[in-house]
């Protein structure tokens, strides 16, 4: 926490913009498929532990309750999550226990 407080430290989620294009240039298909899959699926196919989530919606509306409880039924862990205060996704992530014993990885 010392490194925190002192306004240093790794960026979270940080990626090269141009490193991302040339990996999106190699390895993004152009090609038209069906990407319809279960939440399920979707949540053990783009939700790794230790990922870095966006929770977005306003208050209780629009953020997808859904996907939160899926991933609790996953057990996902070390979890860092960007999401706006008073809103229950959040709690139920803490809750569930996502962020291991410490919540520091959470932003606001």
Known sequence: MEILSRGHGEHLGWHDPDEQRRWIAHNKTRSLEDKRMTLDEAVRKFVPDGCYLA???FGHVRVSMAAIYEIVRQKKRN????????????????AAGGFGTEVSGILF
């Open 79 to 94: 979890l860092a999550i960007a999401a706006k205060t008073g809103v229950h996704d959040i709690d139920i992530l803490v």
């Open 55 to 57: 929770s977005g919606g």
